[in-house]
């Protein structure tokens, strides 16, 4: 009976094996394609996955292979909070396929998903980080492609939310009275973020927290170096009080 019973699973799975077998043989991978493609533009994005993916797993070899790939990274792409899903997708088709006519459109496609995933300045910046590295190599290798002046203008909008982060940092230290971290933060805005809004200010705050620490010549040698920064933004008149009152007040005391 043993013996018996170990045949018949034996023989079930012989006959799953060679019916999924004739399954995959017998799909229809074009229509399945269609259906994908027809799921996507009803934003029907689960349905589309299913179908984008069985073509994916059953005729990656033939000519359908990266157009699976691409749409199935598509619909994660536009479906909600899947933009990692599409990401590797994307990377998939990338590394798999790296001739393909889609490599330059999923490249981008990378760098809208980071860019979405971007959030405020004041939460952590991996992504935000992530996305200006994708975009930089994008324009890059792509110098000429249609999305060149649309990734430059992401690459401004995300240094200036860096920049702004790395100035609030700042910020905070002080308000810790922690004034040489705080110059790190005031530092780091100048050496990495210099064509954003924050430039001016922070090279007044770095001046502010030498005064703080009682550093008056370092502090004096360091205005007459930057002066043209602090004249941009009109501040000059406030900075010369600082020297002599020795001391850090706001435009209101000034006034």
Not at 40 to 48: D, E, I, T
Not at 77 to 104: G, H, N, Q, T
Not at 226 to 241: F, N, P, Q, S, Y
Request: proline share 2%; charged share 35%; glycine share 2%.
């Amino acid at each position: 009976m043993k013996i018996l019973l170990i045949n018949l699973i034996a023989l079930s799975f012989i006959i799953t094996a060679c019916s999924n077998k004739n399954n995959l043989r017998d799909t229809d991978y074009d229509l399945e394609f269609e259906k994908g493609k027809t799921a996507l533009s009803k934003k029907k994005f689960v349905k589309a996955q299913t179908h984008f993916n069985s073509v994916v797993i059953g005729a990656s070899h033939t000519e359908l292979g990266d157009d699976a790939l691409f749409f199935l990274g598509e619909s994660h792409f536009y479906a909600k909070k899947e933009e990692l899903l599409a990401i590797a997708e994307y990377d998939r088709l990338i590394r798999r396929m790296p001739f393909s006519p889609y490599v330059e459109r999923a490249r981008y496609r990378i760098c809208e998903a980071y860019v979405r995933m971007s959030p405020k300045y004041f939460r952590d910046q991996t992504y935000s980080e992530k996305a200006l590295e994708k975009l930089q190599e994008y324009i890059d290798d792509y110098p000429s492609s249609d999305n060149r002046l649309k990734a430059q203008e992401e690459i401004l909008v995300l240094r200036e939310k860096l920049s702004n982060k790395a100035y609030n940092s700042g910020l905070l230290y002080m308000k810790m009275e922690e004034y040489s971290a705080a110059m790190l933060g005031f530092k780091k805005v100048i050496k990495n973020y210099y064509d954003t809004d924050f430039i001016e200010l922070a090279h007044m705050k770095i001046i502010a927290c030498h005064i703080y620490k009682d550093e008056f010549e370092e502090a004096k040698l360091y205005y007459d170096l930057k002066r043209e920064h602090i004249e941009k933004i009109e501040m000059d008149d406030l900075v010369d009080a600082w020297f002599v009152q020795k001391r850090v007040l706001d435009r209101l005391e000034l006034d």
